[in-house]
């Protein structure tokens, strides 16, 4: 089986929030980038599937306001957080402001969650807009910071 990085990081050490480059790969256009973007304390705590759910569906569109190149925000299987995936290079700083003010957009989030309808989304009625705007609220009481790879 291939190496997977995720699998290298030691979970027992991390702090979160934070934002870690967790890869970067050469390729012909130039330079893909791999950004952990934590919210929960991995085995301690988890987001509901609900408020992961939304966030999702938030984050997608507002981390794009922000953040130029952005090819995919994707939820972690163990609901702990997002992997960003970005033309490069960035840098983490510029990765962890447009992760805060994507976060910000959340909590002032009005009306309907963006493709969350029955045609649009394939588990359109698993949402909670205000358990997501409270996990967004949690993570900026904390402050992220950038979190270093910190290997087995």
Known sequence: ??????????????????????????????VVEKYDL?????????????ALHTLEHLLAG???????????LSP???????YLVAEGPLEEEEVLLAFERALRDVLLHQG???????????????HDLEGAKAWA???????LRVQPTIPL
Request: hydrophobic share 35%; charged share 30%.
């Open 112 to 126: 309907p969650i963006p493709g969350a309808s029955f045609r649009e989304c394939g588990n359109y009625r698993d």
């Open 137 to 143: 609220e949690k993570v900026l009481k904390a402050g």
């Open 76 to 82: 972690m299987g163990c609901r702990t957080g997002f």
């Open 38 to 50: 934590r919210l929960a304390q991995p085995n301690r705590e988890a987001l509901p599937t609900g």
């Open 62 to 72: 507002y981390i794009r306001d922000h953040l130029p190149g952005v090819i995919d």
């Open 1 to 30: 089986m291939a190496e997977v990085e995720s699998f290298g990081l030691d979970h027992t050490k991390v702090q979160v929030p934070y934002v870690r480059l967790a890869g970067r790969k050469r390729v012909e256009s130039g």
